[in-house]
């Protein structure tokens, strides 16, 4: 069962607990928004599910609501930016908006972002880059506390579900936006299916033996999640388990002094520096129009483009509303509660 709520009341409720909960208003605003977008783009693993997450997170002095991002160190076209610990949110944006300066000015530039907590949907970022005409390309080790998916073979967790994401800018234009978990599925889709208390999907897991299984409950059992694409997608995985984390100065799983968190690489390229742009953009066009028009394979009405899905979600989600899990939407109720803030609507 499902509460349906429209995005304006939600983002509200999430800002007033993240502020009843020691955020400043602007980072409660920023929080609640990055998380009630994405339930719009119809990623619902990465929205307002997390609000309870985020608060228990504070409460355990995992998150610190109040901190800032700072720039630890520049060189040339790169940097890296130090979370402290703050909402990964606000870092994240922190290190695109720097990223897309620096690549704008030098061609090419990389910011990473360590002690950073969870960023949450990383295409808002490579997505922010490419909306200043740039290239953006993220990456990110989601071990956070620890790994979820086993290396192809394996029954063992040693990656987090690492994300990576392209965006290419297109003028005029949506963003051609890819973004994805290099496990199967993210592990919020199968924390979100055991909230429904529906199957997992099917491929996606193993249990703590080895065997495939579609329950989601046995995610507290020792299941571990597949990494996407067999081999390749677990070659992937640990190229995203090892990039960001050294380069955002984190420590990978394997290392005894591991540590927690969301670590993260930003890239941003210029068409304009490789003295091609307008040609870029026309044969992205090109590009995007040909693979809409491909014919469609048999049990497929249309072929879509990386973004089109989301897209359409939040169009759809933007009239009708988002629906909640009842879980979830307890959740929530249960925080306002405790918190003494304000239902809206009710
Ligand atoms: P997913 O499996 O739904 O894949 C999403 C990508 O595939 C999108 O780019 C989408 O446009 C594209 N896509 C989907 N269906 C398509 C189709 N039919 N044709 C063409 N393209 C299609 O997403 P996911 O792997 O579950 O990841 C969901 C979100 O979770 C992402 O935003 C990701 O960044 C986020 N995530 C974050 C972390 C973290 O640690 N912060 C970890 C894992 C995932």
Redesign the pocket.
Known sequence: MTHTIHAEPLTKLCRDIFAAAGAPADIAALVAESLVN?NLFG?D??GALRVMQYITMIRAGMIQPEQRPQIRKRFGATAMVRGGNGF?QVGARFAAGLVRRLGADYGIAAVSLGQTT??????EYTAHIAAAGLVGIGF?S?S?YSGWVTPYGGRERLF????M?FAVPCPGDETL?????T?G?????IVLARAKGIPAPSGMMLDKHGKPTTDAQLLDEGAVLLPMGLHKGSGLAMMMELIPTLLAGHRPISAPDFSFG?PTLLLAISPAAFDNDRDFAEQVAALKARVKAAQPAAGFDE????????ARAYAKRSQTGIPLPDAVWADLRELAAELGVAIPGL
């Open positions: 994405t990623h693993s990465h990964g969870h960023i949450g949907r990383l295409g990110t989601g956070m987090g579900t690492n994300p994401s936006l890819l973004d994805f978990a496990a599925v993210a592990h919020g889709k969301n072929v879509l483009l990386p973004g089109e899905p989301e």
